[in-house]
């Protein structure tokens, strides 16, 4: 038998990405971005696995870091990140009008006591 082309299913509609503004905080585990690198590049492939880890679970690839975040990263040195932080992850319109994509992540440093129980939350907006 030839093969068939799969249609899909009737009624279904496809949700706009422009209306998928939202907020949600996650904990970024570093230590697997950083486990096994050399010690002077730790902290910069921190930096480039929060950018990934967003890129992933957001869904954009404009991915921009508060200053706060990146103090956080490298508040230990270049050797020594921490193997955890808090991020909460705003996925953003993009007011440029000649910008390549229509929305942009924006990643904020969250102080927490610790890590324990803690889970990924969509935070209401304020």
């Known amino acids: ?56 679970v957001m869904g954009t690839k404009d991915v921009r870091v508060d200053p706060k975040l990146n103090e956080a990263v490298w508040s230990r040195g270049i050797k020594n990140p921490p193997r955890r932080i808090r991020v909460r992850f705003e996925r953003k319109r993009n007011d440029d009008e000649d910008a390549k994509e229509k929305l942009y992540t924006y990643a904020t440093h969250v102080v927490v006591p610790n890590f324990k129980g803690l889970e990924h939350i969509v935070v209401d907006a304020e």
């Open 1 to 56: 038998m030839a093969p068939t082309k799969k249609e899909g299913k009737k009624g279904t509609k496809t949700r706009s990405a422009l209306q998928d503004v939202v907020t949600r905080e996650y904990t970024v585990v570093l230590s697997r971005f950083t486990q096994g690198k050399k010690y002077k590049k730790k902290s910069p492939m921190a930096m480039r696995g929060i950018m990934t880890f967003a890129t992933q």
